[in-house]
């Protein structure tokens, strides 16, 4: 039992099983349903459910999710890999390798699936390397350099010809 007193949200069969004999057993002795659920802090409508779910042999709980429609495929998965071989080195977004998934015609997906699946099968982007650091220019010897004031000056070189 949690904390409150309350049984948690989502229990096993052997606890469910072990629970409802309880159940049976204190009304054997006399006891009401909504007695005995009281004292082992089981709701009373979850007890009715878990009867009629033991009495159809369906006590234990169905695994999350079910089979969605809109589940991804596991050629769409590979699909997505196989763009991000092809194109992650030009495009270097999620976002844009799903546009081009679908102006090529290989798979329509959208851009979080696509992340999701690079992120599952552990492929990244690789970010655009970084630009040389560049020397600072001197200021002309023309010109004195004091806080607080801007030289322009043009920067085109004319040579005499």
Same mark, same amino acid.
């Given at each position: 039992?949690?904390?409150s007193?309350r049984v948690?949200?989502?229990v096993?069969a052997a606890?469910?099983s072990a629970?409802?004999?309880?159940?049976?057993?204190?009304q054997?002795?006399g006891?009401?349903l909504r007695?005995?659920? $009281?004292v082992? #802090?089981?709701?009373?409508?979850?007890?009715?459910?878990?009867?009629t779910?033991?009495d /159809?042999g369906?006590? &234990?709980?169905k695994?999350p999710?079910g089979?969605?429609?809109?589940?991804?495929?596991?050629e769409?998965?590979a699909?997505i890999?196989?763009?991000?071989?092809?194109?992650?080195?030009?495009?270097?977004?999620?976002r844009?390798l $799903?546009?081009? #998934?679908?102006?090529t015609g290989r798979?329509?997906?959208?851009?979080?699936?696509v992340? /999701?699946?690079?992120h &599952?099968a552990?492929?990244?982007?690789?970010?655009?390397?970084?630009?040389?650091r560049?020397?600072r220019?001197?200021?002309?010897?023309w010109?004195?350099y004091?806080?607080n004031?801007?030289?322009?000056?043009?920067?085109e070189?004319h040579?005499?010809?």
């Amino acid at each position: 039992m949690g904390l409150s007193g309350r049984v948690p949200l989502r229990v096993d069969a052997a606890t469910k099983s072990a629970l409802l004999d309880l159940l049976d057993q204190a009304q054997a002795g006399g006891w009401s349903l909504r007695d005995a659920c $009281a004292v082992l #802090g089981l709701p009373e409508r979850r007890a009715h459910r878990w009867i009629t779910r033991r009495d /159809r042999g369906q006590l &234990a709980d169905k695994a999350p999710g079910g089979s969605p429609v809109h589940g991804l495929l596991p050629e769409e998965a590979a699909e997505i890999l196989a763009l991000f071989e092809d194109w992650g080195e030009i495009d270097r977004s999620h976002r844009k390798l $799903a546009h081009r #998934g679908s102006y090529t015609g290989r798979v329509w997906v959208a851009p979080s699936t696509v992340r /999701r699946v690079l992120h &599952a099968a552990d492929k990244h982007f690789r970010p655009l390397p970084r630009p040389g650091r560049t020397e600072r220019r001197p200021f002309p010897d023309w010109a004195q350099y004091t806080p607080n004031s801007i030289w322009i000056y043009d920067t085109e070189r004319h040579e005499a010809s």
